[in-house]
């Protein structure tokens, strides 16, 4: 049971390029988000999703996109990377409101 | 929108000793849900203690306890009999309709 994986776990963008974060969970969870982890500011909630097909902007959706196609995955789109997204990305997921988040391992992205 | 307050950015204790981290919250809902979540240098984010809003008895789990004042608005965390493996980052957290962490405490513990 690999529960909630992240791809990759590391990456360096020039500022400007492009690039998706793969998020996969196989506990046939409902919810996945999406936060940022920058020192001194816990986690940010950039976007999440509820269920197959949706999504719904968290505290920090500027820069980003994402998309559910499929439940078990969640994708997080950097369109044009800024020096400002240099981060570590975590992606969670529950089975739904009121109950624990699991957690992937992070990405650290660096973006130059 | 539901805001998580950690006002403690650092905090130490002696091996075996007691501590309590800090947590307030701002909300207008009623059911809800408040964790804490350790994070060691691993990175990995790893379940504490989790607190059920309408429930007035406070959460325990082994050496880890919160001290839960709904009306305040308030979720702390006591760890009791402190270990060198409890060095970490620890993370308040609160879970309505979605997920929202405070900025932190770091926790070493000393031998």
């Known amino acids: 049971n690999a529960g909630v994986t992240q791809t990759p776990k590391f990456r360096v963008l020039k500022t400007g390029q492009s690039m998706t974060l793969l998020c996969a969970q196989d506990?046939?969870?409902?919810?996945m988000y999406w936060y940022r982890q920058d020192p001194g500011m816990g986690l940010r909630l950039i976007h999440y999703?509820?269920?197959?097909?949706?999504?719904a902007k968290g505290e920090v959706p500027d820069g980003y996109n994402v998309s559910r196609l499929k439940k078990q995955n969640f994708l997080l789109g950097l369109e044009s990377a800024a020096p400002s997204q240099t981060s570590v990305y975590f992606c969670?997921?529950?089975?739904?409101?009121?109950?624990?988040?699991?957690f992937g391992q992070g990405t650290r992205l660096t973006v130059v | 929108a539901q805001t998580v307050t950690q006002s403690q950015p650092e905090m130490s204790v002696q091996e075996a000793e007691t501590v309590t981290l800090s947590c307030t919250y701002d909300?207008?809902?009623?059911?809800?849900?408040l964790f804490w979540y350790k994070q060691p240098p691993s990175r990995q984010m790893i379940l504490v203690i989790r607190q059920e809003a309408y429930k007035q008895q406070n959460a325990t789990e082994n050496r880890f306890s919160v001290n839960f004042q709904k009306a305040a608005k308030s979720f702390s965390l006591k760890i009791s009999d402190s270990q060198l493996g409890d060095t970490a980052m620890y993370f308040c957290?609160?879970?309505?309709?979605?997920?929202?962490f405070g900025a932190g405490t770091r926790l070493t513990v000393k031998p």
């Open positions: 506990m046939n969870h409902e919810y």
């Open positions: 909300t207008s809902e009623n059911n809800y849900y």
């Open positions: 999703s509820v269920g197959e097909g949706t999504t």
């Open positions: 969670a997921s529950s089975i739904g409101h009121y109950t624990e988040a699991f």
């Open positions: 957290a609160f879970m309505s309709y979605d997920m929202r």
